[in-house]
């Protein structure tokens, strides 16, 4: 293994929309599918930080993978992300556009320094990544923080009544979801997410250039073949497929907040000519980059 194992890892970085230790945000059907007559969607690439988060799903669709495994949404579930885990969101929509709810997702991610407050021992614990209440006090919870998700502007005193919230969550999700970390995570298992997050952080770091599955499996001393099986055994998708649709997503965001060309914006985002970008925009969009923009232009 090279000294490249041993960088500091990238990782999202959670912004507060107020003082308080937590974020909410939900996630709106006419987000996620742009276009109501599209199959493409904008699927959430696999990340990590250090926040817990709490997903409360009100839909059927799609699927929420932790650390590898995929956990279908169901309405009514929570999934829960432990701090540090590695996660994505597949959109695998079946049921039609205009029977799906508003709002499909509730997501609350919560800051470990104020967990570790009340779990001293936090970091050896292990939330399981389904969470079936027994009740219904936890789902009516989530339904009434999503009334202050989106950077909501509080009340005189809401403040209080937000945390109380989140206090009273955490008591039902702890004491029934809660185990020891070496029970429910492997040695091994922790050792292949460390090994993940060093590679998603090299190739946030360097997708604009040439890198391929070859010459990153070469710069982290491994054969290109037990990398390929390393990499798609983990992460459910090929290591060329997750480059691609990080070089798409970065040109989403230079298309939306830029005036380059599409050839500009191609060389930036690692393809090797516009038509590599238009065809892959396409393929993950389901709609070309100027008209990506121009639909953006009109938000």
Known sequence: MSDLNNKDISYEVVHYHT??????????????????????VSDVLDHWHNELEIVYSYSNDGEYY????AHNLQEDLFIIVNSQSIHKVISNRTTPYEKLPATLTTVLQISDSF???FIPNFDELYFKPVF???????????????QYADGKTLNK???????GLVHELLYYICKDDLSLKDTEMPEKSRKNSDILR???SYTEENYYSAINEMSVADAFGYSASYFSRFFKSNMGITYKEFLTRMRVNA????????????LEIAMDCG??????????FNKYEGITPLQYRKKFQKN
């Open 66 to 69: 932790t650390d590898g495994i």
């Open 115 to 117: 967990l570790r407050n």
């Open 251 to 262: 040109a989403k965001d230079s298309l939306s907040q830029t005036h380059k060309s599409v």
């Open 271 to 280: 393809f090797s000519d516009s038509r590599g970008l238009i065809n892959m």
């Open 198 to 200: 060093k590679i998603i």
């Open 132 to 146: 079936k209440p027994g009740e219904k006090r936890p789902s009516e919870i989530m339904k009434d923080l999503s």
């Open 19 to 40: 003082e308080m230790p937590f974020k909410i945000l939900n996630i709106h059907k006419k987000d996620l599918y742009p276009n109501k007559n599209l199959s493409a």
């Open 157 to 163: 005193y809401e403040n209080m009544r937000l945390i």
